[in-house]
């Protein structure tokens, strides 16, 4: 498999601001902020019951995946397959999965589910340009 | 495929403003605008260009065009590219084409429909952008731990 080139443009999710990258980069910090920032994609396929998961990359919860979080922030995308509980914030597209169940507030820029799925009374703000995430790279679908 | 002698539709056409309060029972398809409450047992579609204004209760709803108001369906919701939803949506199957607008509470399950109107939660606290380096706070130990 071609190995990613050319530099990749990122968003801090601790100030916002935004600065280019190795397009194989795992992790970084901000220049401006100097806090540390996940490039990298997150893979759920287990229960994982945190406070955050924030990252550059995208969150994709896996079919035996069961995340429970405050807040989940991905910049190019979240793909729900499993069982979501969390307040998301996307900079790209969310797709819910035909057997997925979600719970929680979703700001995404654009979304899109299956027939089939559990959503239970959150607040879904479709597309929320207030993001400041629009211009950036979007996720490929999973 | 149905049999076109027995299936009624309904067409309000796209040049039509209608106000008030519709009924019925097979299918509806609106081109137009419409303002008020619909109230329907078989399937409304709202066509590209359309507005629909209106409290919404179907069994079967497709939107294409533009809907302002709170949607309840007993079998299934179904928003194209193209369609802008505000308000809530009650449904016990949904499909959002990527591109869709959406705004609201979503409610969507098998049982979901069965319940009626959405439980309205308080969303004056809800999701917000995280503040720059804004950690969560960690919450205050339970006076009744003991080590």
Known sequence: ??????PRRLQCYHCRHRFDVGAQTHTTSCPKCSKMLLVDDVII??????????????????KKGRVIAQLIEAHEGVFVEGVLDANVISGGLVKIGAKALWKGDCRALSISIELGSTISGGYFVIPD????????PRGEQV | MADPTTQTTTVIGADTHIKGDMSFDSTARILGSF??????????????????????????????????????????VELT?????????????LVVAEGASFVGHCTVGPDAAKGGAPTRTDHSQGI???????LVQPKQPDPTFRK
């Open chain 1, 129 to 136: 340009d207030e993001l400041g995430l629009s211009d950036l």
């Open chain 2, 81 to 93: 590219a193209k369609a802008k939803m505000k308000g809530d949506l009650v449904s016990a199957r």
């Open chain 2, 35 to 76: 303002e008020g409450t619909i109230s329907a047992k078989g399937e409304l579609q709202i066509a590209n260009g359309a507005t629909c204004k209106a409290t919404v209760e179907a069994g079967k709803v497709v939107v294409d065009g533009e809907v302002d108001g709170n949607l309840t369906a007993r079998e299934r």
């Open chain 1, 1 to 6: 498999m071609a190995k990613p080139s050319g």
């Open chain 1, 45 to 62: 396929n287990t229960l994982q019951a945190v406070r955050k998961i924030q990252t550059c990359g995208k969150v994709v919860v896996q």
């Open chain 2, 128 to 134: 917000s952008e995280p503040k720059p380096g804004g």
